[in-house]
């Protein structure tokens, strides 16, 4: 997607929303407080996407990255605790890898269907971390236990300077775009609570987070490792005979993986709870799958799909009201799709998405509060749906979920 | 013939025994002495109100066992059986509760109800891979959560029974008619005297009756024939004319039908109404046990009843300042060691046949012919 594309999808988005906004009095869908809410949930939910990433990319099927994900929000508690965040941070990426070396080591050396060895490890990780607490916080004076961590200090946060106020060299320097978001008027203030969202409150590893995205790209895309890597998850035996070491790229991917996923487990940790609790993750990991899916097995997908379902979740959480109108927000996109459909002359296409419309709109019309339980299903259903509809437009990786072994290529 | 049943014998066992290692050495690390601690789950394990317990959780185990095992017989993944039961089970038990007839009638209606809201539910994950070439493992993980969903919104907006005063959510109780009686009289029968409150769920029964159907089912039948022949070679079946979609839907409907049963011997047999401390991971659970009897009947049985013992057992380990987790670490591991074994069994099976098939060679001068 180039750059036109976007800015125009973008501002096309925003009309929309803005309109939705004025219509039914909601003003939540662009507060700073919700785009802020928003980064924060879709952080967790991107690294695990990007964790699956690397692995699928390599062939490896990674459905164990919930249980990754587990570990490392263990792991990041137990060394926040101890050392302060930054190890903690440390610890959870190491934990959430050694999830991947188990994984790697059974799929890749031991040939373990990929399935099997990620159920493993999810019972194994949620099993391993319950007993590790039990005894790491054994003592009832470290104010852990055999469910939860002590509280663990948490990363710190800023705002960047003159866009959202931050200080600099001790100086308050003005708050743009919170200003701007404080003038109330349409269009310009729903741009500023946005872009304050984006600027202010930022932990770093939400910087961190971000960064991994284009860092990704470029390390599978732009590099010859990144080739020897995408090459062995698309046909591993053409990769063998042109001298690609297979199993050990397949290890990079997994571990990688791994670890991409305990720095989700960190983020819940650090950023967001301050404390390790148990079932923590609630299904981010494979949320995070069905993001990558979503996404199209690419980074820039992965994005998108999780800011969506970072995005869906925030406004559960501040505002259930604004979840009903997030579904005009639906259906008068889907409309404008079946319009644009119309005028490139594909009529069945149009039927489909204006009836998709027409469903979202009755809903919204006559449902007086969406169930939180619906907004908890969201991204499994979209991704179904993504899959049943639009499959055509998904590529996975060739030999994605391929048992491969050395030396058997003819 | 005799040596390969050793040696599919053997991977279990060595599975069973590397985990149990791996356990006895976490034990260790954490100054625990393991001999001690299997003495005492087993010493624990052998009173009647353990066996009672054993068994009744291997009931549901089981059944969840054969439900993935159906798929697994064609190469299909069954992850959703965890889906699949809940909301069978919400369904089956809200409906249950509504009316109350003669009581064999009205227990097979709740069975009914549950093995089909189980069959279409996992059907849509049948048609999704048949229609829109959706894989079932992916289709079938997101179904879970959505079920999930489901399950909590449907018993707190629709099926939830509202007493004033309690605050449990809870679907109305079923009545008498539709509760299957207990069968501690199989117990009496071995000697055992079971505990006054505990009992051993009659649904042991029918748990059996349905090790009996799939044996039947996938080894006795044209269409179990069609369907392994399936799981060996795909495309070899097509040639014979086994039509691959129809038999991805039917596997996937049969497979969600035994899903659905999962929670009813709980249901029928103890709760009597769905409740938030309904039993879960009954399904991923299952999916070990399948692994580990290896898809078969009898194994599946015995697999069951080994789970069923270290939850159980489990208990005692707590009493005794020994973190029962110790023994989710052991299932987890069994699920990998297992297949590894497996793996490595079949890889020796593999290279004895060919060695086998060499040494016959040599034996046997190659005809000139078979040379040019």
Redesign the interface.
């Given at each position: 997607m180039n750059l036109r594309k976007a800015a125009l999808y973008g501002g096309a988005g925003l009309a929309v929303v803005v309109l939705v906004e004025q219509a039914t009095g909601v003003g939540e869908l662009t507060s700073s407080g919700t785009v802020g809410a928003s980064l924060r949930l879709a952080i967790p939910i991107l690294m695990a996407a990007l964790g699956g990433l690397y692995s699928e990319r390599a062939g490896v099927?990674n459905?164990g990255l919930e249980g990754m994900m587990i570990m490392g929000t263990w792991f990041a508690a137990w060394g926040a605790w101890l050392y302060g965040p930054w190890w903690g941070v440390v610890l959870g990426v190491l934990g959430g890898a050694a999830g991947g070396l188990l994984h790697a080591l059974?799929t890749v050396t031991?040939?373990?269907?990929h399935?099997?060895?990620g159920?493993?490890?999810?019972?194994?990780?949620?099993?391993?971390m319950?007993?590790l607490s039990?005894?790491a916080y054994a003592d009832p004076a470290t104010g852990g236990g055999?469910t939860q961590s002590p509280r663990v200090p948490g990363l710190p946060t800023v705002d960047l300077p003159f866009l959202a106020g931050g200080s600099l060299f001790g100086w308050d320097t003005p708050d743009l775009f919170g200003g701007l978001e404080r003038l109330g008027w349409p269009v310009v203030s729903d741009l500023g609570g946005i872009l304050r969202g984006l600027t202010g409150g930022l932990s770093w590893l939400t910087v961190i987070g971000l960064a991994l995205v284009p860092l990704t790209w470029f390390a599978l895309w732009r590099t010859p490792w990144g080739l020897r890597l995408r090459s062995v998850g698309e046909n591993p035996w053409a990769a063998e005979s042109l001298g690609v070491a297979v199993y050990t790229m397949k290890y990079w991917g997994v571990v990688i993986s791994g670890a991409l996923a305990g720095l989700g487990g960190a983020f819940l940790v650090l950023v967001q709870a301050n404390i390790y609790r148990e079932s923590q993750t609630a299904?981010r990991g494979?949320i995070g799958?069905?993001t990558m899916?979503f996404g199209n097995w690419r980074p820039s997908g992965a994005l998108g799909g999780a800011v969506l379902f970072g995005f869906a979740d925030a406004l559960r959480l501040r505002d259930p009201a604004a979840v009903r109108a997030l579904l005009a927000v639906v259906a008068v996109g889907l409309a404008a799709l079946a319009v644009r459909a119309v005028l490139k002359g594909d009529p069945r296409r149009a039927a489909t998405v204006g009836g998709a419309a027409a469903v979202f709109g009755l809903v919204f019309y006559s449902v007086e509060e969406v169930?939180s339980?619906?907004i908890?299903?969201t991204p499994?259903?979209v991704?179904?749906l993504v899959?049943?509809?639009a499959?055509q437009r998904l590529r996975m990786p060739a030999a994605d979920g391929v048992r491969y072994r050395k030396g058997e290529a003819t | 013939m005799r040596s390969r049943l050793l040696l599919s014998l053997l991977a279990p066992l060595v599975a069973i025994a590397f985990a149990l290692g791996l356990a006895a050495v976490v034990l260790l690390a954490v100054d625990v002495d393991p001999v001690e601690a299997v003495g005492s789950m087993l010493d624990f394990a052998a009173q009647p109100a353990s066996v009672v317990s054993i068994l009744n959780r291997a009931i549901p185990l089981y059944i969840s066992a054969i439900a993935v095992a159906v798929g697994f017989k064609m190469n299909l993944f069954n992850i959703g059986v965890e889906g699949q039961y809940l909301l069978a089970a919400v369904i089956a038990a809200w409906v249950g509760a509504q009316f109350s007839i003669w009581a064999p009638l009205h227990v097979l209606a709740i069975l009914l109800v549950a093995a089909a809201i189980g069959a279409g539910y996992s059907g849509i994950a049948g048609v999704l891979r048949v229609r829109r070439g959706v894989s079932e493992v992916i289709s079938t993980i997101m179904l879970n959560f959505i079920a999930v969903g489901l399950t909590a919104w449907l018993l707190s907006e629709h099926f939830r029974e509202r007493i004033p005063g309690d605050l449990n959510i809870k679907t109305p109780e079923i009545p008498a008619t539709g509760w299957i009686p207990n069968a501690n009289w199989l117990l009496e029968i071995f000697g055992l005297r079971p505990p006054n409150n505990s009992e051993l769920q009659g649904f042991i029964f029918g748990a059996a009756l349905l090790g009996v159907i799939y044996y039947l089912l996938v080894w006795r039948t044209r269409f179990g024939y069609e369907l392994r022949a399936s799981g060996i070679s795909a495309s070899a079946a097509r040639v014979a004319g086994v039509e691959s979609g129809r038999m991805i839907v039917r596997a996937m409907l049969i497979s969600g039908a035994f899903a659905g049963l999962v929670g009813m011997s709980p249901l029928l047999g103890f709760f009597h109404q769905y409740t938030g401390t309904f039993p879960v991971q009954l399904g991923f659970n299952g999916i070990a046990v399948a692994l580990l009897g290896r898809n078969h009947p009898v194994g599946m049985a015995l697999g069951a009843v080994l789970f069923g013992f270290l939850e159980r057992s489990s208990q005692i380990l707590d009493l005794e300042g020994i973190p029962k987790e110790i023994v989710t670490i052991i299932t987890g591991v069994i699920v990998l060691a297992v297949v590894v074994a497996y793996e490595v069994v079949s890889r020796v099976v593999q290279r004895r046949t060919i060695q086998a098939a060499a040494r016959a060679a040599e034996a046997r001068p190659v005809p000139q012919e078979a040379a040019v």
């Open positions: 099927v459905i059974a031991f040939n373990v269907d399935i099997i060895s159920v493993a490890i999810n019972i194994l990780a949620a099993g391993g319950r007993f039990v005894i055999a299904g494979f799958l069905a899916i169930a339980e619906f908890f299903m499994y259903v991704t179904l899959l049943a509809f499959s | -």
